[in-house]
């Protein structure tokens, strides 16, 4: 499928430059995107072959306002209740490695200076939707490759799959330490896309626009209610909660064995029917669901695909576990849960479904901002200025979680090396002391030495029992408090492009009175503009309570879970201490 | 008083060499013991001074077997009870720091090569007798001033203070972690002296054999007897134990203030009546014990001059908790706490019985070897096999326990730098960051949050406060295993000096036959010096007994106390955390 992109901006070509002369509402075909310094190669209706500067042009994505009434089926979901997944993650010892988020922290968007030159396509990607791939460092090359959000629906190769399965490291990347779990992984995908808007004056019809000012809305069945609850807009929740079990992974291969796989089983609580997915499925379904609702609901990325475990097992559990995680929180959020495409993957019958609703998810042209346009808040409209407050205390929130939760994940990681590596050695070392000196003591020839010396080499092996016992700890607590703030690092990553396509429909109404006084959209276009920002609002606030409530219930538990392990491994080492005491006498 | 020297082996000068020709058997006054490379300057009776080797020369230390009769009173002594000394120790927080002990190892003398080149004083003095200072470098120049034990009794010039008391030491060397206590120190002063015996073939009459063939023992009051109890050979035991309390410490000054020093205030148990002593009184004391029971009883270095504090107060605390812990223990031995050196420094009366009492002590003849010749076992004879057996046996063991305290410092020094440095500051990010995430988490405007807040809130303070315990528990606990193991590190430094001299009379014993034949003693001489090394064996076997009764007791002790202290540890931290997990509630 060729790339369009629609002119935004009279541009006339200098002569012996390869530049091509456009026109403002012209349509181009993308001929080549990896041009750099802020030049696009594309071809006009006339066949004409030419650079154009990226920023005077937008790059179509969907057809405009053209909305497919998708068969979303909401007979599940009868009531807003509090009933999250319980996990049935194995306990395994991943090692936390931290990334500098210097270069590639999606929240600089906000920070970075607006003036800044944009040579390449993600910083000036005028679309302002989420991309599904980990984000290029937005100030390296161009020349990275493409990616995968702006091309079209892969081919359904079922042969291309080598960036799928594992693949050798050539080794795995140890920590200093040389102890505890053999996994490393960098943090979350980063889903972050530098959304540059309004880089010029005037009224342009990118982004938030194309809902904002879209002539006709989706109407029928396929409507996503918001109702007004205790703690403000709420999604509608289903009566029963969906969950799911991923499991028995299996290793298949292709291609007479040349080429292996590991295929995992879903379950749902619903059928309770198994089905088979690989990770490239898992991929796929992620792409869909965030181009489908990414400028709503933060879709969190997938596991890292660079997981590397020191064994095939080590690894494969990993990703099991991580797995299991995203899809109980995809489960678990009302409007994900209850799409078509969630539901196609796991739900379908045979092979011959599967494709079928893939093709169907695939052509889906209710993507982007266009999601908005399903939502129907069931409560009054509200103003700008609220929306524009809500909007920018949810950025704040998120930004400020992100750096706790990033906070904890560094001191989390200090801590896990610490009690895997050098407490160990050293509580080691304390009881083969006690236990050396005792010895020595054996060997004194004097009488009644066997009291003292007895004791003191069951206290040296005491102290080499709490040894173990540090190095086996975080395995036991803290693996799933870094877990949790693993996922909601990943998660709060989402918000910045989430928040952003609502940053700028706001500023788009803001300019409201201006683009009618330059005849740019008339007075009713303002009021329905006011009137869907509103909209807008409602789905954020919905999908903020749902990120609150669940915040809420994530921390309480893994809180207590952490405190009760510690307070059990704390009370252990003081009972073995005390057991340890008993054996020196009162002389 | 002019050092004499008398000449065992034949030297005839070279011309021109500014030698000096001497006979065996002649005495010469030594006049420049500084000359290095194995030289001594020494004049003869006829008044001609010239170069000798040092190697052919004994040093007179005391008149040859004229020994005095000290007024010692054993009144106060009559059976053998366990009662030690209970500590008055204060919490402080010394850094450890553990000297490496290459070069510098009392124990090296049994390993190292005995055709070694004798270059200076140290390593060729013939004497066989512990010193008074630290020992240098055996092996380093020789021009690094004279030790003290070689010159005759320092005059009691209450100026000459500079050495005594604290110094500015131009800042204090701080450990890396930057926390802990501020007070350094090495080792305990290691006492060993470089014994070198029988370097040349044949018969020397320096060393043990000052004992062993003595003509005329000492008879009368001042007996030391040993009995043999259950544990075997025991030394006669007080039915009180000697205790005493170190406290107070006065800031005196002299010279019109320009000169300051600190009084202890020392109260002995027995008359309940305080007097007062500078360090360098200490270091008086210490000099005399060392010199008259040297050879029988291994006498622990007073603690390090080079203790340096972060804070005078420090400085005086550390120091005087050490002085308490080196009088206790001289307090425990019967043989050191009954002789009148040490009764004089507990009780005298005035400054005038002071003064008289330091005079007699210096003139004391029963010093080095011949306080054997104060020993009296009530016990047969035991042959040399057993005496060489028993003295290997104490060699070994207390080579083994030294290198098994060694350890301890070690580990322990590892384990306070841990504990004091990175642990609390881990702890107290971890509380940070939960108490951040909290204050992020309060920010939300998301209603019913409080509940989880304030729990993680309180979850953060408590390890904020676990932090705190981290860095104060090794003062509680750590803090007197290391004190305890320090002493018994200084105190097994002495054994190598009194296990060569018993090493070397008992060579001495099995060239018996050979010396005989060679006509160098009589046939009544050997069985004289068989039955004395016997007695030096009670004398070993008495003072072992004591070390292993009070090791046992000691460790017992200290072992308990660390394990309570460490007990308590964990169970408060394991208190306070399940507390902060009752904060959360279950949802």
Same mark, same amino acid.
């Given at each position: ?18 530049? %091509? ?6 349509? %181009? ?42 068969? %979303? ?168 909660? %969906? ?345």
């Amino acid at each position: 499928m060729a790339l369009k992109a629609q002119v935004l901006y009279d541009f006339t070509a200098e002569p012996g430059n390869n530049e %091509l002369t456009v026109k403002e509402g012209e349509t %181009l075909t993308i001929t080549n995107q990896h041009i750099g310094g802020g030049w696009i190669e594309a071809q006009n209706s006339r066949g004409e072959i030419g650079l154009v500067p990226e920023d005077y042009i937008e790059v179509s994505w969907w057809p405009l306002c053209v909305v497919s009434v998708s068969s %979303l089926s909401l007979s599940l979901f009868l009531s807003f209740i509090h009933h999250f997944y319980c996990s049935f993650i194995p306990h395994i010892s991943p090692l936390y490695v931290i990334q500098a988020s210097n270069g590639n922290d999606p929240w600089s968007v906000w920070n970075a200076d607006p003036s800044g030159g944009s040579n390449n396509n993600w910083a000036s990607n005028p679309e302002g939707t989420q991309t599904g791939k980990t984000a290029p460092d937005p100030w390296s090359s161009v020349s990275q490759g493409h990616p995968q959000a702006y091309q079209g629906p892969a081919e359904d190769d079922e042969w291309d799959d080598e960036w799928d399965d594992m693949k050798s490291t050539g080794g795995y990347a140890e920590s200093e330490s040389g102890d505890g779990g053999g996994i490393q992984r960098g943090g979350a995908h980063a889903t972050s896309m530098k959304i540059s808007l309004n880089k010029f004056p005037g009224f342009s019809k990118s982004g938030p626009e194309l809902y904002l000012l879209c002539k006709q809305l989706t109407k029928g069945k396929d409507k996503l209610p918001i109702y007004v609850g205790e703690v403000g807009p709420v999604w509608f929740y289903p009566e029963t909660q %969906l969950d799911c079990v991923v499991a028995d992974p299996k290793k298949g291969s292709k291609m007479y064995g040349l080429k292996s796989y590991i295929e995992y089983q879903i379950t749902p609580s619903t059928t309770n029917r198994p089905v088979n997915h690989r990770y490239k499925h898992f991929d796929w379904l992620y792409e869909r669901l965030l181009d489908k609702f990414g400028s709503a609901i933060p879709i969190p990325s997938l596991p890292d695909k660079q997981v590397t475990g020191r064994f095939e097992e080590e690894f494969i559990k990993m990703r099991m576990e991580r797995l299991q995680g995203w899809m109980s929180r995809m489960c678990r959020h009302p409007v994900v849960s209850s799409s078509e495409v969630f539901q196609l993957f796991l739900t379908y019958k045979d092979e011959k479904e599967w494709k079928m609703g893939k093709r169907k998810a695939e052509k889906d042209e209710t993507v982007g901002v266009m999601i908005f346009s399903t939502i129907e808040p069931e409560a009054p409209d509200i103003d700008l200025i609220e929306v524009d407050q809500k909007c920018e205390q949810f950025s704040r929130f998120t930004k400020a979680m992100d750096d706790g939760v990033k906070e904890i994940l560094t001191v989390g990681h200090e801590h896990w090396k610490r009690c895997t590596g050098p407490l160990p050695k050293e509580y080691q070392r304390i009881g083969k002391a006690f236990q050396n000196l005792s010895s020595v003591f054996n060997s004194s020839g004097y009488q009644g030495e066997s009291t003292l010396t007895d004791a003191m080499t069951a206290a040296g092996k005491t102290y080499e029992e709490i040894a173990q016992m540090f190095a086996e700890q975080p395995k036991k607590d803290l693996h799933f408090l870094m877990e949790t703030n693993n996922e909601y690092k990943g998660l709060l990553g989402c918000f910045p492009d989430t928040i952003g396509v609502h940053k700028a429909a706001i500023d788009k109404v803001k300019e409201g009175d201006k683009l009618v006084a330059t005849s740019k959209i008339t007075p009713h276009e303002k009021v329905t503009m006011a009137k869907r920002v509103s909209v807008m609002s409602y789905a954020l606030q919905a999908e903020m309570n749902h990120f609150h409530s669940n915040r809420i219930y994530d921390y309480n538990r893994v809180m207590q879970l952490y405190l009760e392990e510690q307070v059990k491994f704390y009370e252990t080492i003081a009972a073995k201490l005390r057991q340890a005491h008993g054996q020196f006498t009162t002389m």
